[in-house]
């Protein structure tokens, strides 16, 4: 899935129609990619946390006169700041839910309980409920080296005042569970 | 048996229940028994997991088809974020043959094989094609007279149109012919396509700005004045579900949509009450909606 940012030629239809610029002002989706073709490093860091703030709409690339796959381009970028220990926080804890539980969003007992009224079992027959189908998950999971990819925390980037979103108290838990 | 496996992800049996209950039991009603895919996983995600390391993601889509085919059975997803994972494997293994070599050298640790046999469903896009608009008219047994703002999701078109699907060229309609099959209307709505603003691990990294991208969408929807939103993914289901709590706790807002999946709809039209599609299990409070449809709509 080699992306193809250096048809992009800057025009700058990307970042008109992205929800994420519309909210984020920091959010310029081809600034993004113009520091990305250029390759410097230390620009790189200066898309961090952004770059993770896309939601992959594909609203951008659909405007996009070039057809610059421009989805592929973000992903390529988040992946080479995971592999240099930039995994933000709150997506490093997703993470760790797939090695624990096989999900990104493990079931609690509010849900068990809601699952039995609805005359389900208590738990889905899915990976959690069965350590030899988790075993499978690690397995893998060291073999492809993801566990790696946890290991050694780099602090993260602290946002300018004004730019961090403001999150209401206990709402960081649920976003976090949540956030696959 | 039938030869389709429900794969559940995460959201929908670890969130929202009645979502899986709702397409077992209308699956059920439309003759359809589905498989329980025993040991699946999370699928894993597209917007964290495939940005995050593609071997890994591939690596683990990978088993979840494979532990699929060893049942002789397509999948069925109920979940955008599912099926943009599971489809996009599954055709970029079909297509490289070292790739899936690759792959398959990983997962025979495990003792599975990704074979290549079997095809990736959505269950609009296996309703839509399968069954038909026509044929699911002609099960309903209590048409339903409520607006509807349907929300198509980002991660159902796009698949669709790397597939190369007729359902997303030109004016895209699949999903509001399945609505109105319910007897329900499909209102237009501004920015109908636009994201829920969760995917993409975007609600974890900026729950914030993602929620204000929600809030513009509901409305928008508000403004048409209608009486549910409809979707087809958990996970935008719970950002506009969760959402809309969050929001009102946030910019001290009333809103108070009642969100369903289109199982669930079709649920009601099938003669499910509410609650055996686990519709009053929402965030946002559902009562007044569930004693509408109890009325048949008549004060709408
Ligand atoms: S719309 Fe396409 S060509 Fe224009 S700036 Fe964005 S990526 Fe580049
Ligand atoms: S895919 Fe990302 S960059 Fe493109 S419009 Fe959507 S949020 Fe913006």
């Known amino acids: 899935m080699p992306s193809n940012i250096e048809r992009c030629y800057q025009c700058g239809q990307c970042t008109s129609v992205c929800p994420m610029g519309e909210q984020e002002q920091t959010y310029k989706i081809r600034k993004f990619l113009q520091m990305e073709k250029r390759g410097l490093a230390n620009e790189e860091s200066m898309m961090l946390p952004f770059i993770f703030y896309c939601t992959t709409c594909y609203r951008c690339q659909d405007n996009c006169p070039q057809e610059v796959k421009i989805v592929d381009g973000v992903l390529e970028i988040r992946a080479n700041a995971v592999h240099n220990g930039q995994m933000l926080r709150s997506h490093r804890k997703v993470a760790k839910m797939l090695f624990e539980y096989g999900h990104a969003v493990p079931t609690t007992p509010e849900v068990m309980e809601k699952r039995l009224h609805l005359g389900l079992d208590k738990m889905p027959p899915t990976v959690q409920g069965s350590d030899e189908q988790l075993d499978e998950i690690n397995t893998l999971l060291q073999i492809t080296g993801f566990d790696r990819l946890l290991e050694d925390e780099v602090p993260e980037i602290k946002l300018n005042e004004g730019l961090t979103c403001v999150q209401q108290p206990g709402s960081e838990l649920s976003a976090v569970e949540e956030g696959a | ?300």
């Open chain 2, 1 to 300: 048996m039938s030869n389709l496996s429900l794969f559940l992800g995460c959201v929908a049996p670890n969130r929202y229940p009645g979502i899986e209950a709702a397409t077992k039991k209308t699956f059920s009603k439309l003759g359809i028994e589905l498989d329980d895919l025993e040991g699946a996983s999370c699928c894993p995600a597209p917007g964290v997991f495939r940005s995050f390391d593609k071997t890994t993601w591939l690596t683990l889509a990978s088993r979840n088809i494979a532990l699929s085919e060893e049942m002789d059975d397509d999948v069925l997803t109920i979940c955008n974020g599912c099926y943009s994972t599971l489809k996009e494997a599954d055709s970029e293994l079909k297509k490289d043959p070292v790739l899936k070599k690759d792959v398959n050298e990983k997962l025979i640790e495990t003792g599975h094989e990704f074979m290549g046999q079997h095809d990736v469903r959505h269950v609009i896009e296996y309703l839509y094609q399968d069954i038909g608009v026509e044929g699911i008219r002609k099960m309903i047994t209590t048409p339903l007279k409520m607006n509807v703002a349907v929300h198509y999701g980002c991660h159902l078109v796009q698949p669709l149109k790397e597939a190369d699907s007729g359902l997303v060229s030109g004016t895209i309609t699949f999903f509001d012919e399945l609505v109105e099959a319910t007897g329900a209307k499909s209102i237009e709505y501004e920015d109908k396509m636009m994201c829920c603003g969760a995917g993409g691990g975007a609600r974890a990294a900026a729950l914030d700005a993602t929620l204000r991208i929600t809030e513009n969408k509901l409305q928008k929807m508000t403004d048409a004045k209608v009486d549910c939103i409809v979707n087809a993914c958990p996970f935008c289901h719970l950002q506009f579900d969760s959402g809309q709590q969050e929001i009102n706790k946030s910019s001290c807002t009333e809103y108070a949509i009642p969100v369903l999946h289109y199982t669930q709809l079709l649920g009601l039209a099938l003669g499910f009450s509410p609650e055996e599609l686990g519709i009053d299990l929402n965030s946002t409070n559902t009562a007044v909606f569930i004693e509408r449809i109890r009325n048949g709509f008549v004060t709408a």
